[in-house]
């Protein structure tokens, strides 16, 4: 009823006056409002201003309003519960009408009235007013020469999905408690109110348990090494472990209060029965009794020693995981702990004795329920001690347990609406869009991690419920979550850097209608957010300034494309190897390239630059712009005259994974060809390895077609470690003919002692220089 009654009075107001929801005033806030009328004049604050509260939870959270113009504006708010007849005043007061969380928002020249039925509500009202602030309100000293007002607007405002998550693993990279602080004020800011602290996996345990102290004097200590992530090898026996850390029981007891202060709720998450190496190593007995290598804490993927798990026939390790619950339920508030339950190996267990009478004593025929009784058990207790499960969708493999919550993470997320067919609650945080450990932009500007690209843009467009999904399940749907895995930080600024600005579209998503997309308009409250983020001091990303290319042939000619995510930039590009000015060329369309060229190009707005430069160093060989036949939807990179980074996913590479591939470059016409180099890439950790065996064959009618060359490679030379770009090249002297033909041979699997043992290989190739 209240909701009509105020839609009702918008439309009033926009029949009499015409306004519309922007106004004639631009209202900055993310998440967008469900409901926002703008008005004429602001609200100023000043020493004077008087903030009116109710009862004192109300004045809590007046003291973070008041508290934002302690130091740049030097003086601050007064609070009482006294009716205030000052010039400017702020009224909380509660109306039990609104639904939870939800608040109404007006604000006039001389009053801001808020209303809430509940602390959330204060609190996120309070936040879309800190937005609307000018950014210096984040300053962390005195500011001079500004009005601290607001314009005047009405507001109503409600979330769309009551769960609005954020993952931190904190377990491959140990995140400090005062970081973890600062992350919790920024994700409130945006009103999510979820967040999931990954405690344990197997590169470290992250929480103090006083029963068992090995946990975190063992468990939370790791090798060092130099390498990337997925380039690091296990720990040999005796090594030092220097790196890590771990919160006690105090220090969590802090980051909870913090977070309840700002509105989150803080999940645990205690994985099992796999990414155990950490707790593991502490107390190996809890390993199947058929592991006999040594346990250890591991810096990387793990290779084998990432199949050793928990031993589902062991009753210590239900007795053990029973006393971690005991101490995790007592110590964290939530409703929720999170019990993992992905990825789950089950080697051992197929081995072990005590896994297999296990199986016979509960009449288990297949392994995979194995895991589902483990599950079921564990939940079970957790359900004792008044908390509800929260599970990956792997738990969906077997039978669910009852009431638990599915994380729907697996490809595009789809094993949780498989969840909420069978009625439980399911959360999306699909990997394919919503894991921030993903490139957010243009790879060659972007620090190394894993995979392929989750933009701004890609994050910001998705809409959790897909149109053919059945009513009742989508109705089980309760929110999303972005997830930051930490593989590839090492300082809280990388992790700023990958949440940020990315979160601010998680929480759109999660707070604003499917019906509100709007991505320009997101663009410029989002700049109005990034001046607040710049006196905060973080360290967000502006990978949305830079440029995407696309160079494809065309026979005698290249072309040029550039792209970037923002509609907003202006394109500038030079030819000649100089820097692109505000008063270079203004790219239009495809630039037409038919020799040697270096384009530099990069995006501007206001006669500034915003992205950085773009370099396409294009050389042209006999194989420039060449057609490839017998190939890919990828295979146009191998003759486009660009060389690729030392990133194999950035799109300049072609690749082909556990085969054998041919391809063949039609010249147009005979050619003699001294010389043929093709560009080879090595990133050990992903697998991305050299041929076993490149073969180049000549022919005039693609019919017939006669060797002119091969290389075979050792397996030292294939897999050698590390990330090397290596040229190949083939002296073809005297070798003629219309079509080149490359025929490369795939190395079969990687070693034993390989970062990933027993896994199919990539080979991949960037360009063929014919010469």
Same mark, same amino acid.
């Given at each position: 009823?209240?909701?009509?009654?105020?839609?009702?009075?918008?439309?009033?107001?926009?029949?009499?006056?015409?306004?519309?929801?922007?106004?004639?005033?631009?209202?900055?806030?993310?998440?967008?409002?469900?409901?926002?009328?703008?008005?004429?004049?602001?609200?100023?604050?000043?020493?004077?201003?008087?903030?009116?509260?109710?009862?004192?939870?109300?004045?809590?959270?007046?003291?973070?309003?008041?508290?934002?113009?302690?130091?740049?504006?030097?003086?601050?708010?007064?609070?009482?519960?006294?009716?205030?007849?000052?010039?400017?005043?702020?009224?909380?007061?509660?109306?039990?009408?609104?639904?939870?969380?939800?608040?109404?928002?007006?604000?006039?020249?001389?009053?801001?009235?808020?209303?809430?039925?509940?602390?959330?509500?204060?609190?996120?009202?309070?936040?879309?007013?800190?937005?609307?602030?000018?950014?210096?309100?984040?300053?962390?000293?005195?500011?001079?020469?500004?009005?601290?007002?607001?314009?005047?607007?009405?507001?109503?405002?409600?979330?769309?999905?009551?769960?609005?998550?954020?993952?931190?693993?904190?377990?491959?990279?140990?995140?400090?408690?005062?970081?973890?602080?600062?992350?919790?004020?920024?994700?409130?800011?945006?009103?999510?109110?979820?967040?999931?602290?990954?405690?344990?996996?197997?590169?470290?345990?992250?929480?103090?348990?006083?029963?068992?102290?090995?946990?975190?004097?063992?468990?939370?200590?790791?090798?060092?090494?130099?390498?990337?992530?997925?380039?690091?090898?296990?720990?040999?026996?005796?090594?030092?472990?220097?790196?890590?850390?771990?919160?006690?029981?105090?220090?969590?007891?802090?980051?909870?209060?913090?977070?309840?202060?700002?509105?989150?709720?803080?999940?645990?998450?205690?994985?099992?029965?796999?990414?155990?190496?950490?707790?593991?190593?502490?107390?190996?007995?809890?390993?199947?009794?058929?592991?006999?290598?040594?346990?250890?804490?591991?810096?990387?993927?793990?290779?084998?020693?990432?199949?050793?798990?928990?031993?589902?026939?062991?009753?210590?390790?239900?007795?053990?995981?029973?006393?971690?619950?005991?101490?995790?339920?007592?110590?964290?508030?939530?409703?929720?702990?999170?019990?993992?339950?992905?990825?789950?190996?089950?080697?051992?267990?197929?081995?072990?004795?005590?896994?297999?009478?296990?199986?016979?004593?509960?009449?288990?025929?297949?392994?995979?329920?194995?895991?589902?009784?483990?599950?079921?058990?564990?939940?079970?207790?957790?359900?004792?001690?008044?908390?509800?499960?929260?599970?990956?969708?792997?738990?969906?493999?077997?039978?669910?347990?009852?009431?638990?919550?599915?994380?729907?993470?697996?490809?595009?997320?789809?094993?949780?609406?498989?969840?909420?067919?069978?009625?439980? *609650?399911?959360?999306?945080? !699909?990997?394919?869009?919503?894991? %921030? /450990?993903?490139? &957010? +932009?243009?790879? @060659?500007? $972007?620090?190394?991690?894993?995979?392929?690209?989750?933009?701004?843009?890609?994050?910001?467009?998705?809409?959790?419920? *897909?149109?053919?999904?059945? !009513?009742?399940?989508?109705?089980? %749907? /309760?929110?999303? &979550? +972005?997830?930051? @895995?930490? $593989?590839?930080?090492?300082?809280?600024?990388?992790?700023?850097?990958?949440?940020?600005?990315?979160?601010?579209?998680?929480?759109?998503?999660?707070?604003?209608?499917?019906?509100?997309?709007?991505?320009?308009?997101?663009?410029?409250?989002?700049?109005?957010?990034?001046?607040?983020?710049?006196?905060?001091?973080?360290?967000?990303?502006?990978?949305?300034?830079?440029?995407?290319?696309?160079?494809?042939?065309?026979?005698?000619?290249?072309?040029?494309?550039?792209?970037?995510?923002?509609?907003?930039?202006?394109?500038?590009?030079?030819?000649?190897?100089?820097?692109?000015?505000?008063?270079?060329?203004?790219?239009?369309?495809?630039?037409?390239?038919?020799?040697?060229?270096?384009?530099?190009?990069?995006?501007?707005?206001?006669?500034?630059?915003?992205?950085?430069?773009?370099?396409?160093?294009?050389?042209?060989?006999?194989?420039?712009?060449?057609?490839?036949?017998?190939?890919?939807?990828?295979?146009?990179?191998?003759?486009?005259?660009?060389?690729?980074?030392?990133?194999?996913?950035?799109?300049?590479?072609?690749?082909?994974?556990?085969?054998?591939?041919?391809?063949?470059?039609?010249?147009?016409?005979?050619?003699?060809?001294?010389?043929?180099?093709?560009?080879?890439?090595?990133?050990?950790?992903?697998?991305?390895?050299?041929?076993?065996?490149?073969?180049?064959?000549?022919?005039?009618?693609?019919?017939?077609?006669?060797?002119?060359?091969?290389?075979?490679?050792?397996?030292?030379?294939?897999?050698?470690?590390?990330?090397?770009?290596?040229?190949?090249?083939?002296?073809?002297?005297?070798?003629?003919?219309?079509?080149?033909?490359?025929?490369?041979?795939?190395?079969?699997?990687?070693?034993?002692?390989?970062?990933?043992?027993?896994?199919?290989?990539?080979?991949?190739?960037?360009?063929?220089?014919?010469?």
């Amino acid at each position: 009823m209240a909701k009509d009654k105020f839609l009702l009075f918008f439309f009033i107001v926009c029949l009499v006056t015409g306004c519309s929801t922007s106004g004639p005033t631009e209202i900055n806030i993310i998440p967008l409002p469900e409901q926002q009328v703008a008005g004429d004049g602001r609200f100023t604050f000043n020493k004077r201003t008087v903030i009116q509260v109710e009862n004192p939870e109300q004045a809590s959270i007046a003291g973070l309003l008041a508290g934002l113009f302690t130091t740049p504006a030097r003086f601050t708010p007064n609070i009482n519960t006294e009716i205030s007849h000052a010039s400017t005043v702020i009224a909380f007061s509660t109306d039990t009408t609104l639904a939870a969380e939800s608040y109404k928002l007006d604000i006039t020249s001389s009053t801001i009235s808020i209303k809430a039925a509940d602390n959330p509500g204060f609190f996120y009202a309070v936040q879309s007013i800190r937005q609307l602030l000018p950014p210096a309100i984040e300053s962390k000293e005195m500011v001079n020469n500004i009005q601290w007002s607001i314009p005047n607007l009405t507001i109503q405002d409600s979330p769309r999905f009551p769960y609005r998550g954020l993952l931190l693993d904190v377990s491959r990279y140990f995140i400090p408690k005062e970081n973890v602080i600062k992350l919790i004020d920024y994700m409130a800011m945006l009103k999510l109110n979820r967040l999931h602290l990954h405690l344990t996996d197997g590169n470290g345990w992250r929480l103090e348990i006083k029963k068992y102290p090995r946990l975190t004097e063992v468990g939370a200590w790791r090798v060092a090494r130099d390498t990337d992530f997925s380039q690091r090898k296990n720990a040999k026996p005796g090594e030092p472990t220097p790196v890590g850390g771990f919160y006690t029981q105090e220090d969590m007891k802090e980051i909870i209060a913090y977070a309840c202060t700002r509105q989150v709720e803080i999940i645990p998450e205690i994985e099992m029965p796999a990414h155990t190496n950490a707790s593991l190593a502490a107390y190996p007995e809890l390993a199947c009794p058929v592991v006999k290598d040594s346990i250890s804490v591991i810096p990387g993927m793990g290779a084998h020693a990432s199949e050793i798990v928990y031993c589902a026939g062991n009753e210590k390790v239900f007795s053990f995981l029973e006393d971690v619950i005991d101490e995790v339920a007592d110590l964290f508030p939530s409703h929720y702990i999170h019990l993992g339950g992905d990825e789950a190996s089950k080697v051992n267990w197929a081995k072990c004795p005590l896994c297999r009478a296990r199986m016979k004593a509960e009449g288990i025929t297949d392994i995979e329920d194995l895991q589902g009784y483990f599950m079921n058990r564990m939940a079970d207790y957790v359900k004792s001690k008044g908390k509800q499960v929260i599970g990956w969708d792997e738990l969906t493999n077997s039978k669910i347990p009852d009431g638990a919550i599915i994380q729907g993470w697996q490809g595009l997320g789809t094993a949780g609406y498989k969840a909420g067919l069978q009625g439980h *609650q399911f959360i999306m945080t !699909p990997a394919r869009i919503l894991y %921030l /450990i993903r490139y &957010q +932009g243009p790879q @060659w500007f $972007e620090p190394r991690t894993y995979f392929g690209n989750n933009t701004l843009k890609d994050v910001y467009t998705y809409e959790p419920i *897909q149109p053919d999904w059945e !009513p009742q399940a989508a109705a089980n %749907l /309760i929110g999303v &979550q +972005g997830c930051l @895995w930490t $593989e590839f930080c090492n300082s809280p600024e990388d992790v700023e850097y990958l949440i940020f600005p990315r979160l601010a579209a998680v929480a759109e998503i999660a707070w604003s209608g499917k019906d509100t997309k709007d991505w320009p308009g997101f663009l410029k409250r989002l700049d109005a957010l990034t001046r607040h983020y710049d006196y905060l001091g973080v360290n967000y990303a502006r990978s949305m300034f830079n440029l995407d290319h696309l160079v494809t042939g065309n026979n005698d000619t290249l072309h040029v494309a550039l792209t970037c995510i923002r509609p907003d930039m202006e394109v500038r590009y030079t030819t000649d190897g100089s820097e692109p000015q505000a008063t270079s060329p203004l790219y239009r369309d495809s630039l037409v390239i038919t020799n040697d060229m270096i384009i530099k190009a990069a995006t501007f707005a206001n006669g500034k630059q915003k992205g950085k430069t773009l370099t396409l160093p294009l050389h042209w060989n006999k194989a420039t712009a060449r057609p490839i036949l017998d190939g890919n939807d990828q295979t146009y990179r191998l003759t486009n005259g660009l060389r690729g980074s030392d990133k194999q996913s950035d799109f300049e590479w072609c690749g082909w994974y556990g085969k054998d591939t041919a391809f063949t470059i039609d010249l147009g016409k005979t050619e003699s060809f001294n010389r043929v180099t093709i560009g080879c890439i090595i990133n050990y950790g992903m697998g991305a390895q050299l041929p076993k065996q490149i073969t180049i064959s000549a022919s005039n009618d693609n019919k017939i077609f006669t060797q002119i060359s091969e290389k075979h490679f050792t397996p030292e030379e294939i897999f050698r470690e590390g990330i090397h770009i290596e040229d190949q090249l083939f002296d073809t002297t005297g070798a003629t003919g219309r079509y080149l033909r490359i025929d490369l041979k795939n190395p079969g699997k990687c070693p034993e002692d390989h970062t990933r043992p027993g896994q199919d290989t990539w080979m991949y190739i960037d360009e063929v220089i014919i010469q």
